[in-house]
């Protein structure tokens, strides 16, 4: 069966390396598995611009997270921690009170960095920020990404040959992950 999958990534720049990861990832999933990118420009959450007519980023990305059957979360790591934008989108997706668009979404987390450790401490930040939000978020396989110089091809996919089959793997037990939550 087809699944919709929102994909929410934690960056705004031109060239981000988790944007890159977050497509090839998507070139390597089960074609059961439909993407639908989200637009991160958007403002910083305040409860004062939430009303009857909040920011139409905001509309947006509830509306896109609501639609989709699952979510993949693809952040960089600022300061050992998810990205202020990866935060800024899960603190928008969450309200107003009581229509957290996140509830029991099937989830999958994964994190990429120049740095050798690929992200691992904003990963788990990111787990532990939606926990509360009830998302049903596959525990493992876990994926932090070292992107090295020559990790993209000129075409944006995954040309690291250890990576590549790994990350192939991810994306088919996410698949699995979501019909198991969807069942
Ligand atoms: C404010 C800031 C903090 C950063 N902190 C970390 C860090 O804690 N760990 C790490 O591995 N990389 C860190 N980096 C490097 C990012 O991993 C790198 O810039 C990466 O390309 C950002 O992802 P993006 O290209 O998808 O935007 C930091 C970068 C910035 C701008």
Known sequence: MTRSVAVIVGSLAKDSINRKLAHGLAK????SLKFDFVDMDMPL??????????????????EKVKAADAVLFVTPEYNRSMSGTMKN????????????????KPAAAISASVGAMGGF????HLRQSV?????????????????????????????????????KKIMEAFAAWIEQQLK
Do not use: Q
């Open 28 to 31: 390597l999933a089960p074609a």
């Open 45 to 62: 959450y305040n409860l004062d611009l939430e009303t009857s007519t909040p920011p139409p980023a905001w509309t947006a990305l509830r």
């Open 131 to 167: 926990s509360v939000l009830n998302v049903a978020m596959m525990p493992s396989p876990e994926a932090f990404i070292h992107v090295t110089p020559t990790f993209f091809a000129a075409d944006g996919s995954v040309a690291d040959e250890k990576a590549a089959p790994y990350l």
């Open 89 to 104: 989108a899960i603190d928008v997706a969450s309200r107003p009170w009581g229509k957290n668009v996140l509830d029991k």
């Open 121 to 124: 401490g904003a990963n788990h």
